[in-house]
């Protein structure tokens, strides 16, 4: 079973730590009088692109760069520091959606230094409106699960980032291409490739790729190394790029709040915390004050015939009432959903 990828927003990784320390000989000083110094290094805590040319590093402190490297290479013009944050300005501007990795060493007013790793994806103007549309999580052989993304405006996909999960919490993580793309388009993500050569993902020529459930008419995109959906219990999203503004999302489950005593009901840490994180930032309509199973679409009676779905207006509302499972092989990946609905025998 692969264990949840955990990631705290824009984290960076420590390569190492220095402090400044005041040495001498002679009795032992006061231990209650240095511990009011600041001997804690600066502490990175998001990194913001507003526009392509600016980078906005974000500390718990006043901070100054000693050294850094960007690959890709962008040409710095200027660096500012506003309070705790570092604003750094290009001459060049960022590639839409391009993953840029930045390592830096930093030193705050007390001369405590870091050095430390982070990424981040090119400025992107041009996100389009996209919304979770359909999507099946009890897949066959023959029907691999699917997930379909439906454009409501025209934009670039460059950086958009679907999760099996949220960005802090996730199973899989699939990061498109620059793509543009027009309202009325249709994306396919194959959550369970075979690995097969005509799995292709298309960035020019819609019907390029081949592979089950490959469609003519939507832009076909295959997960890399995906091994299918969680059946019952979990969350599919959407962000403008892996750190970015939720776009959209849904919150699946078979569960009830009497299901379980330590989570609420959801069977685990991870998808309760996943249910919250999409309520708090009104991706998801909870009924109380805080997530529960029933707030979610029960995809139960779904097959991989059987998809759940929007309307067939692909309404929204941010909550279960959006959806329904509809009947066996009326299943609609990268055409208009089928208003049908599945009535158990």
């Known amino acids: 079973m692969r264990m949840p990828y ?4 824009f984290a960076a990784l420590p390569l190492s730590v220095a402090f400044s320390i005041t040495c001498a000989c002679g009795p032992v000083a006061d231990t209650r009088i240095l511990n009011l110094s600041d001997t804690h290094p600066p502490v990175l805590l998001g990194v913001e692109t ?3 040319g600016t980078l906005i590093l974000h500390f718990d402190k006043s901070t100054e760069i000693i050294t850094m490297d960007i ?3 962008l040409a710095l013009s200027e660096s500012v520091c506003q309070e705790t944050d570092i604003v750094l300005s290009f001459s060049d501007s960022q590639a839409p959606g391009q993953e840029y990795s930045l390592e830096a060493s930093v030193r705050d007013e007390k001369r405590n230094s870091m050095d430390f790793l982070t990424s981040f994806y090119g400025f992107n103007p041009d996100i389009p409106s996209l919304l ?6 009890q897949g066959s052989g023959n029907h691999p699960d699917l997930v379909e993304l439906f ?5 670039n996909l460059a950086g958009v980032a679907f999760y099996q999960g949220t960005k802090t919490v996730w199973e ?7 793509l543009i793309v027009s309202p009325g388009d249709y994306i396919l993500l194959h959550c369970k490739p075979q690995g097969l050569p005509e799995e292709l993902n298309e960035v020019s020529v819609r019907d390029s790729s081949g592979g089950l459930d490959a469609s003519a008419s939507a832009w076909d995109f295959w997960l890399d190394g995906g091994t299918g959906l969680s059946g019952n219990n979990g ?5 403008a790029n892996p750190y970015g503004a939720i776009i959209d999302a849904v919150l699946y489950s078979n569960r009830t709040s009497a299901s379980d005593e330590d989570y609420r009901g959801f069977g685990s840490a991870d998808t309760m915390e996943k249910a919250d994180e999409l309520a708090e930032t009104g991706a998801w309509t909870a009924s109380g004050d805080l997530a529960a199973p029933e ?3 029960n995809p139960e009676d779904s097959t991989s015939t059987r998809s759940v779905c929007r309307n067939s207006l692909s309404g929204d509302t941010d909550g279960k009432e959006d959806w329904h499972i509809v009947p066996t092989g009326r299943y609609s990946f990268g055409r208009q959903n089928s208003d049908e609905v599945y009535a158990a025998q």
């Open 6 to 9: 955990r990631k705290k927003l």
């Open 235 to 239: 969350v599919l999203s959407v962000y």
């Open 71 to 73: 690959v890709p290479g």
């Open 295 to 297: 707030d979610a679409v």
């Open 172 to 178: 899989d993580r699939f990061v498109f291409p620059g």
């Open 50 to 52: 507003r526009d392509s």
């Open 132 to 137: 979770i549309n359909e999507f099946t999580t």
């Open 151 to 155: 454009v409501l405006s025209r934009g």
